[in-house]
């Protein structure tokens, strides 16, 4: 394994604790609704919706409410490749998109000509945050032998220095491609999902030290514990996690394919280990099925809001009544930035679509 000295660590690699410079938000608090509340907010933001030839596109994890409003509105609920994926499919001519910044801006770059809105512009992630541009810029430069490859969880200042950009979904063949073409990888920013990729792969990969504060959360002594008391339990786990959670799993892959996994396996009882977001479309699809929330840190945790992102909790259906209301909290990107960012995407999805992988409705 390739990792990069003391000396890169100071001087390029963000701080070796994300929360040393990243600034977690407390989980926001919405004012409580009632059922019949919902129902009529949900109904108006459906009216404007069409009003304004504007789709909904969500990501799993967030808010119950606004995945189901998405289906019923004639939006999608996806990872974030599935959901690049169908921003560029659908005919709206807005695209308001429910999840984090990163996931507006990947909107932005392969969608130029339409408008992208989200609830609110400052839910970023902690690898976006962990990852500046010139930093990395400077470690990329140091390093021209590599081939570059970013998870999609950067900003898109970040993608325009990539080679390739990949998805939890498509990193592993992404890698492996170029390992067969004897191309040595640098990889940012989660330096756990970059050490999976490694292990499963056999590259030469030098690895940025960024993480996702709610998967490192996920504690392996306390799953052990937790699956004894649930030996029937399939454990599955985001690659995002620590090594020692990845471990015991039964099954590691991106959302998609944990979804997938809980209508497809036997087991009666499921041990998840990602943001608990992902729960309604679980359920949606297996309601007989039992989901267990894999065990985070309690003490010593730096993620506040434990196994659901405060990012990702900045969606709600009242912020995104008012976006559509204002048209403000529109994503912007500079033409140029654009140019070159859209290059490493439209290499993903066209690796993905030559190979077959998460092909849209593939959770169903
Ligand atoms: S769950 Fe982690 S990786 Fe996903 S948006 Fe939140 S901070 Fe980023």
């Not at 989200?118 to 032998?145: I, K, Q, V």
């Not at 996690?241 to 036997?266: F, R, W």
């Not at 007989?288 to 985070?296: E, H, Q």
């Not at 010593?300 to 009242?318: K, R």
Request: aromatic fraction near 6%.
């Amino acid at each position: 394994m390739s990792t990069v000295s003391p000396q890169q660590l100071t001087e390029y690699v963000d701080e070796p604790r994300a929360e040393r410079r990243i600034q977690v938000p407390k989980h926001p608090q919405w004012p409580p609704l009632s059922r019949a509340q919902k129902d009529e907010l949900k109904g108006r933001i459906a009216r404007l919706l069409v009003a304004q030839d504007a789709v909904l596109v969500a990501h799993y994890y967030t808010d119950a409410d606004l995945q189901s409003l998405a289906e019923e509105t004639g939006g999608f609920v996806a990872d974030s490749l599935e959901m690049a994926r169908f921003g560029s499919e659908s005919p709206a001519s807005t695209l308001v998109v429910c999840g984090v910044r990163f996931m507006g801006e990947t909107a932005k770059i392969i969608n130029p000509e339409k408008r992208v809105l989200m609830p609110d512009l400052a839910a970023t992630c902690s690898l976006d945050e962990g990852c500046p541009a010139d930093t990395f810029t400077a470690f990329c430069d140091r390093n021209p032998d590599r081939t570059v490859v970013v998870y999609a969880n950067t900003s898109a200042d970040v993608k325009a220095r990539a080679d390739w950009v990949v998805t939890s979904s498509i990193a592993l063949p992404v890698v492996q491609h170029l390992h067969e073409r004897g191309e040595k990888v640098l990889w940012a920013p989660d330096k756990y999902l970059g050490h999976y990729v490694e292990r499963m792969t056999g590259a030469d990969m030098l690895l940025w030290q960024g993480s996702c504060v709610v998967h490192e959360e996920f504690k392996g002594f306390a799953l052990n514990r937790l699956r004894r008391l649930h030996p029937d339990a399939a454990v599955l786990v985001h690659p995002e996690s620590p090594d020692e959670v990845v471990d015991q799993a039964d099954l590691v892959g991106s959302t998609t394919q944990l979804i997938k996994a809980v209508n497809e396996m036997p087991n009666p009882e499921f041990i998840v280990a990602t943001d608990e977001g992902i729960f309604w479309k679980m359920h949606q699809l297996a309601p007989r099925k039992t989901l267990i929330a894999a065990p985070t840190a309690g003490v010593g945790a730096t993620c506040e809001s434990c196994a659901h992102c405060p990012w990702m909790a900045m969606n709600a259906l009242q912020n995104l009544e008012q976006v559509l209301l204002t048209g403000g909290r529109e994503i912007h990107i500079d033409p140029k930035v654009r140019e070159r960012a859209v290059l490493p995407i439209q290499r993903m999805l066209d690796f993905a679509r030559e190979h077959g992988i998460g092909v849209k409705h593939d959770t169903d």
